[in-house]
């Protein structure tokens, strides 16, 4: 059974700070990977996506990276801004290109002004 | 583009009452999901659709039944609610070849 964990629940940083989100899957056979950002009340929204033959996705200031083998994919947070602060959810695409989204429990992001 | 749309946005039921929670998507999508998600946790996934017609068992079935006569809409229905169903509900939808999913912005489910 697919079991996605993400480390750290929750992360408190001072602006600025460079960061990063980490997020481990058990079972390899992967489809892609997704991040999402998820605001209190608010629906999902999709930051990036890494097709299982990639090894990083890149937009502006985030940058996420795979590593299938070892089974763990980071998001990586340039200079963040209070505005960032948000929960950020990992999932896996398992059971090839007609599977299920698999998601982590999310870690809670506060950046302080 | 309205995206993933839902209905309603809130709602507090009594138990042994039933609702339908409405979903709608404008984005010709062959793909819908409804999932659950409670405090603290992630995501998990009650029913899918792979297309108008055909519909499959997630994860966190019981309680649920889902219907799919059109590629647009996505219902899911409960039948006799329960405390354990309070929740905040989303449903998603995506297009072919395991692109992105759309999420919609939820119903915030209480059963009393």
């Known amino acids: 059974k697919q079991e996605v964990t993400q480390i750290p629940a929750a992360l408190s940083v001072p602006e600025g700070e460079n960061l990063v989100l980490n997020c481990s899957f058990t079972?390899?056979?992967?489809?892609?990977l997704q991040w999402f950002r998820q605001d209190p009340g608010k629906g999902l929204t999709s930051l990036l996506l890494?097709?299982?033959?990639?090894r990083e996705q890149t937009s502006g200031r985030l940058n996420a990276s795979l590593d299938k083998s070892s089974g763990r994919s980071t998001l990586y947070i340039a200079a963040s801004q209070p505005g960032d602060s948000a929960t950020y959810l990992c999932?896996?695409?398992?059971?090839?290109?007609?599977?299920?989204?698999?998601f982590g429990k999310g870690t809670k992001l506060s950046v302080k002004p | 583009n309205a995206g993933v749309t839902q209905t309603p946005k809130f709602r507090i039921l009594k138990i042994g009452q039933s609702m339908t929670l409405q979903c709608t998507q404008d984005m010709n999508h062959n793909y819908m999901y409804w999932y659950r998600q409670d405090p603290g946790m992630g995501l998990k996934l009650i029913y899918y659709?792979?297309?108008?017609?055909?519909?499959d068992k997630g994860e966190v079935p019981n309680g649920y039944n889902v219907s799919r006569s059109t590629t647009e809409d996505f219902p899911l229905r409960l039948e006799l609610a329960a405390p354990s169903q309070t929740s905040v509900y989303f449903c998603?939808?995506?297009?072919?070849?395991?692109?992105?999913?759309?999420f919609g912005p939820g119903t915030r489910l209480t059963v009393l």
């Open positions: 079972d390899s056979a992967i489809y892609n």
């Open positions: 659709s792979v297309g108008a017609g055909i519909t």
């Open positions: 998603a939808s995506r297009g072919e070849g395991g692109n992105t999913q759309y």
């Open positions: 890494i097709q299982s033959s990639q």
């Open positions: 999932a896996v695409l398992y059971g090839g290109s007609q599977g299920n989204l698999i």
